[in-house]
């Protein structure tokens, strides 16, 4: 099946600082998900990019398809994005989900 | 939109009990729902895909005996643990999934069952 993998696994910011994710992916998708889970385990949903680029507020991300990889901006992070933060990719037509390593993300004051 | 709600949110039982875990899509009908498990400072792993009046699918590894779903409708789902033990001691994530406007099969997650089996 599918790997996923994330990078960095651990990441450690000041506030207001940005930061990058990465997520690569060993096959062609046909879904890609960026989720931010927070301390109590729920799941939140980011985006949904199996390609090109979409941006939610200070957030933003990028899926290149062709080179199986996508990448998470955080801008002006706060301590509030504290958290894990996985992607997740489905291939083959499928919608089975195959979740990363996850990095987790702390934002210091 | 696109909540989905799971019931309870933590249950601690005894070994040898059963346990029942709810997944409700509240405002959208789910085509499919999907259980997950994931064990401390680790990611998810894909327990079973559930379609509403058909039998789960199971991934490999895990008990089809042991860890029973039910998808009786189209906004609910259930995860039976039979016969639980310390080991089944896991936090367990719903999700469920439609296809959207985009025919995108996007998934929505519930908050979570941590489960405690002492």
């Known amino acids: 099946g599918i790997q996923v993998e994330q990078s960095p696994p651990d990441l450690i910011l000041q506030e207001g600082a940005n930061s990058t994710l990465r997520c690569n992916f060993s096959d062609s998708v046909n879904n890609l998900q960026w989720f931010h889970q927070n301390p109590w385990g729920q799941l939140i949903n980011l985006f949904y990019i199996p390609s090109g680029t979409k941006q939610n507020g200070r957030l933003s991300a990028t899926t290149v398809a062709t080179e199986r990889y996508s990448l998470l901006y955080i801008s002006s992070s706060q301590t509030t994005d504290s958290g894990v933060y996985f992607c997740?990719?489905?291939?083959?037509?499928?919608?089975?989900?195959?979740f990363g390593t996850g990095t987790q993300l702390k934002v210091e004051l | 939109g696109a909540v989905v709600s799971q019931h309870p949110s933590w249950v601690i039982c005894k070994s040898g009990t059963s346990v029942k875990i709810e997944c409700r899509s509240l405002?959208?009908?789910?085509?499919?729902m999907f259980w997950y498990r994931q064990f401390p400072k680790q990611s998810l792993m894909l327990m079973a895909t559930s379609n509403e009046g058909s039998k789960a699918t199971y991934e490999q590894g895990v008990e089809k005996d042991k860890f029973l779903i039910n998808h009786a409708s189209l906004t609910l789902s259930t995860l039976t643990v039979t016969s639980a033990h310390p080991e089944d001691s896991s936090f367990y994530i719903c999700?469920?999934?439609?296809?959207?406007?985009?025919?995108?099969?996007?998934?929505?997650f519930g908050p979570g069952t941590r489960l405690t089996v002492t």
């Open positions: 999700s469920a999934s439609t296809s959207g406007s985009r025919g995108t099969w996007e998934q929505y």
């Open positions: 405002d959208f009908q789910a085509t499919t």
């Open positions: 997740a990719a489905t291939t083959g037509g499928g919608n089975k989900l195959t």
